[in-house]
T-cell receptor
């Protein structure tokens, strides 16, 4: 059974640019959630996708958007990057409704 | 408001000593509670979870946690710490808001283990 994978591992962008982060969910999982973890903080919920539809959103602006594909993999897109967007972005998949399994994360640095 | 508090930002213990990491939550309904561990630069690994039933739950790597409803707590314990346990530990509560199930995390406790 393959776990949750994310790509790329690290990414460096400049302010104003756009970025796409990718996540492959664990086999059999149809729900993907994205979290942002700033340095020294706990993860914060961005949004969730269930069967290709957004299924809830945290307190993040619309420039954070996402997609889920028929194979349940997912993308997180961030437009007009700001310095404060520098963080570890974590993807979590779930099949069993109450337990989320996390990928290794993508470290985004905005200069 | 729903929240998770981990009062200890840093904890240092000697190898072989016992460990207890504190977690308090605020949630109006029956909580789903979790502990995750994060090694530097890594994602989150599930240590254990509590949904219902026996309030003492066993997890991986010799960890256990006890749910105490009266104290709104879910403290993580290990009887004898190993150097490899040095990491950051996060407590989380699973919540449902407007039909969306999501986690609320504490700010984490960083564990240092002395040889």
């Amino acid at each position: 059974e393959t776990g949750v994978t994310q790509s790329p591992t690290h990414l460096i962008k400049t302010r104003g640019q756009q970025v796409t982060l990718r996540c492959s969910s664990q086999s059999g999982h149809n729900t993907v959630s994205w979290y942002q973890q700033a340095l020294g903080q706990g993860p914060q919920f961005i949004f969730q996708y269930y069967r290709e539809e957004e299924n809830g959103r945290g307190n993040f602006p619309p420039r954070f958007s996402g997609l889920q594909f028929p194979n349940y993999s997912s993308e997180l897109n961030v437009n007009a990057l700001e310095l404060d967007d520098s963080a570890l972005y974590l993807c979590a998949s779930s099949g069993e409704v109450n337990t989320q399994y996390f990928g290794p994360g993508t470290r985004l640095t905005v200069l | 408001a729903q929240s998770v508090t981990q009062p200890d930002i840093h904890i240092t213990v000697s190898e072989g000593a016992s460990l207890e990491l504190r977690c308090n939550y605020s949630y109006g309904a029956t909580p789903y509670l979790f502990w995750y561990v994060q090694s530097p630069g890594q994602g989150l690994q599930l240590l254990l979870k509590y949904f219902s039933g026996d309030t003492l739950v066993q997890g991986i790597k010799g960890f256990e946690a006890e749910f105490k409803r009266s104290q709104s707590s879910f403290n993580l314990r290990k009887p004898s710490v190993h150097w490899s346990d040095a990491a950051e530990y996060f407590c989380a509560v699973g919540t449902i808001t407007s039909g969306t199930y999501k986690y609320i995390f504490g700010t984490g406790t960083r564990l240092k283990v002395l040889a």
